[in-house]
């Protein structure tokens, strides 16, 4: 449900963003767009979203809280938002 918040996992890293997969099986991204706080740079090689500034680091099986901002049922897609954390 848009505007609802879950605990999920990261599911995959990529240079657009994090897929994040909630308890129910349901993936999503965040697009490295929305992450806030800093400029995000992906490290392929460790498969890992790493802040510029602040060094945050985002990690393949780390828990993060997220917020459903949209979907479309026609192409399939969910969008979230990170929660701040």
């Known amino acids: 449900?848009?505007?609802?918040?879950?605990?999920?996992?990261?599911?995959?890293?990529?240079?657009?963003?994090?897929?994040?997969e909630l308890p129910n099986t349901v993936e999503g991204l965040i697009h490295i767009s929305t992450i806030p706080g800093d400029y995000y740079h992906y490290n392929e090689a460790?498969?890992?979203?790493?802040g510029e500034a602040t060094g945050r680091c985002f990690k393949l099986g780390m828990p993060v809280?997220?917020?459903v901002e949209d979907c479309d049922r026609f192409m399939r897609t969910i969008n979230f938002r990170l929660v701040d954390q």
Do not use: D, K, P, Q
Not at 10 to 19: F, K, R
Not at 46 to 50: I, S, Y
């Open 1 to 20: 449900h848009i505007g609802e918040e879950y605990e999920g996992v990261i599911s995959g890293v990529t240079g657009w963003g994090l897929y994040v």
């Open 46 to 50: 460790a498969c890992e979203m790493v």
């Open 65 to 67: 809280r997220i917020e």
